[in-house]
């Protein structure tokens, strides 16, 4: 197998996510944390203020949908080959409870993982005065953009 081959069939690491991310504008403008520190489980989080609020005093669904858009790609990035590009076709929501206070944290898993799909679910947690209550459950199908591994230019001489 060629390094390109090697590099292509690499996963990305937890740290190589979380570099990637922090640089990403969109965790950026929201505060968005990545948490790694348990092996195997990955949970996008953020503190609740009044920015994220709608009209209602509440956190706008966006948000919250965001934060469960976010935990489920980053989730099948860990899980496909680096150079895989991912993109959400389609997704469901569930809002259980409103929000006000506290942080909100989403956590996905992969209940599908085929060649050019895969199906995640997310439920994204409202912790606040040690009470951790799930507030959306979200299903999505993304896409899987494999790029093809460089053929090594001496073959093809």
């Not at 069939?9 to 950026?28: C, N, W």
């Not at 199906?119 to 979200?138: D, F, I, K, Q």
């Amino acid at each position: 197998m060629t390094q390109s081959e090697q590099k292509y069939e690499q996963q990305i690491t937890p740290e190589e996510l979380v570099e990637t991310t922090e640089k990403s504008g969109i965790f950026q403008l929201l505060g968005i944390k990545l948490d790694i520190s348990q092996p195997g489980s990955l949970k996008v989080q953020i503190n609740v203020d009044d920015r994220l609020f709608h009209a209602q005093q509440i956190v706008h669904g966006g948000v919250i949908f965001t934060l469960a858009d976010t935990s489920m790609a980053l989730a099948l990035l860990a899980a496909v080959p680096q150079q895989t590009r991912v993109g959400t076709i389609e997704a469901k929501i569930n809002f259980l409870h409103p929000v006000r206070s506290g942080e909100l944290s989403a956590e996905a898993e992969i209940i599908h993982l085929g060649h050019s799909t895969a199906v995640m679910e997310a439920t994204v947690h409202n912790t606040h005065e040690n009470e951790r209550l799930a507030v959306a459950r979200v299903m999505g199908t993304f896409n899987l953009g494999r790029l093809k591994p460089v053929e090594n230019s001496e073959k093809s001489s």
